[in-house]
């Protein structure tokens, strides 16, 4: 099972901007799938993007435009770059790997508060 670690999180102001980041504790270069959901109190978990070998990515419909996924191998990283947020992108924010299953970080709040 791959282990995921989230940073990056916080409090910022509506049109700002946070970077999350999800470090893992094998060679990212064989995973296929990483990506994020979100979940906001008394909501249900959302896909908010996911990104496959070879770059590949998709977005939820919300954040198309202001989000941005990466992958840096080298570093067995992936990123989330958020820009432009709202005060709905308001929740915690989960990394997750397909890495023969499913594994999930421990979240990481995100609060968008003028």
């Known amino acids: 099972q791959v282990q995921l670690l989230e940073s990056g999180g916080g409090l910022v102001q509506p049109g700002g901007s946070l970077r999350l980041s999800c470090a893992a504790s094998?060679?990212?270069?064989?995973?296929?799938?990483m990506g994020w959901y979100r979940q906001a109190p008394g909501k249900e978990r959302e896909l908010v993007a996911a990104?496959?070998?070879?770059?590949?990515?998709v977005y939820a419909d919300s954040v198309k435009g202001r989000f941005t996924i990466s992958r840096d191998n080298a570093k067995n990283t992936e990123y989330l770059q958020m820009n432009s947020l709202k005060p709905e992108d308001t929740a915690v924010y989960y990394c997750?790997?397909?890495?023969?299953?499913?594994?999930w970080g421990q979240g990481t709040q995100v609060t968008v508060s003028s």
């Open positions: 997750y790997a397909d890495f023969g299953r499913r594994s």
């Open positions: 094998v060679n990212i270069f064989s995973i296929n799938t």
């Open positions: 990104i496959v070998i070879g770059g590949k990515s």
